[in-house]
């Protein structure tokens, strides 16, 4: 019987699906997964103050013991960093502050619609209206210079030492990393997917699919949400998608360029990347979003196991030569 | 008239275009020569920009030789005046086969739009 849950967290819809013999087992699965997600969200928010995250970002300049979890998350984004060339930069909090990205994205709207919201207190201190977000330039490194790489993890103590000035945002890598490790808690009881606001996981094959193996996922049009721009056959692994039209205000967006400090001038509108888990999609997806098509591509082309399609601005779709094994 | 008529069938080289004439003495016409200029800086706007580079680096025709940097020079004499260029080609990486033309997608059909589906999309 398939099972499923949906809910609102980390400002976007959850939806998990499990096909289990046991329902009762199997919504008790679902409701501990819910929790996971929560959890996250509260242990990793760079938007709330109290957040094990927010209480790393404080204390930038001197070495801290993390969480296990908290470990394993800055670990994946210093990975991303370096596998990317630096395109993907976990430590550009200040440029994202700068754009207007300073609060969580239902409350940077809600100000636009209602101006001079005047004064709200965002993650790291400062108020709003008089944020001074760390100008690379005028920090311990200039902005040229990789901050993420000036980050030290030691995975055995568990401690993370920011330079000085420096934040973190987990945001590139934290949904993902939730969906695969509730993915881990309902695999024993069945085949299931995971899906947190669009990154999502997948294994074992959906009851309904008919002849056809996986899960069904259909790829939401950049330019008309809610319809269909193609359907992809997920089975055991991975999906994510980037955009330029989702979390977007008058400032821009959210997909920073670290070779500008500003939101991604790109090509694309947005690229979805499957990959054997949820986070190297969701690393994937964004990296060849700012690159840009043909950037994107060759980037791509020396990702095993990785494949990608993209909506371009200019109305067409590309992708990876493996893409069209995927669609239905 | 007719003399000066004479004269210049006399004297082919005068009904010759310069060009001919500088060709017939083994030197480089002015057109010629100004031609090398703009040759020569196209081909340094070229190598500022990283063009060549480029170029050279998506044409599997074209090896590079050197793993760090590739150089080559061309000159044009200006009669006295030497117009040199020095071409750095900026070493990339051999790009990856790629394909960038667009895709058509397929379309789902009737029966499949009723199917129970999820949905990726960038949040």
Redesign the interface.
Known sequence: MLVTCSFQCMT?GI?L?LDAEDAGAAEKALAEAERFFFQVEARFSRFRVDSELSQLNAASGKTSEVSPDLAELVGLALAAAQMSGGIFDPTIIDKLETAGYDQSIELVRARETARPAGGAQSAHGNAVSGAQPISGKNGAFGWDSPRWAAIRLDPQRRTVSLPEGVRLDLGGVG?GWAADRAAELLRPLGAG?V?A????RAWGD?P???PAQG??????D?TR?GT?????RVQERA?????????RWSGGHHLIDPRTGRPADTDLL?V?ALAPTTTGAEVAAKVALILG??RG??WL??RPGVEA?MV?ADG??????G??GV?? | MTENTVSRRGNPAATRPAAANARRRGRPSKAALARLKVTAIVVAVAAFTGTLGGIVALNPGIKQTSSTQTSSSTSASTGGQVAAVKIVVPAEPA?????????Q??Q?SQS?LF?????????
């Open positions: 976007t939806e699906f949904k997917l899906n606001g669009g990154d999502l959906e309904c699919a008919g899960w069904l996922v259909a790829v939401d950049p949400p269909d721009v193609v359907w992809l999906a994510a998608t980037s955009s330029v039209t989702g979390r947005s979805t098509r043909d591509l060759a082309a020396d399609l371009g067409n779709y590309y992708g990876t030569r893409i069209s669609w239905l | 790009a990856p086969q790629i394909n960038s033309a667009p895709l997608l397929p789902p499949q199917l129970p589906r999820t949905r990726t999309r960038g949040s």
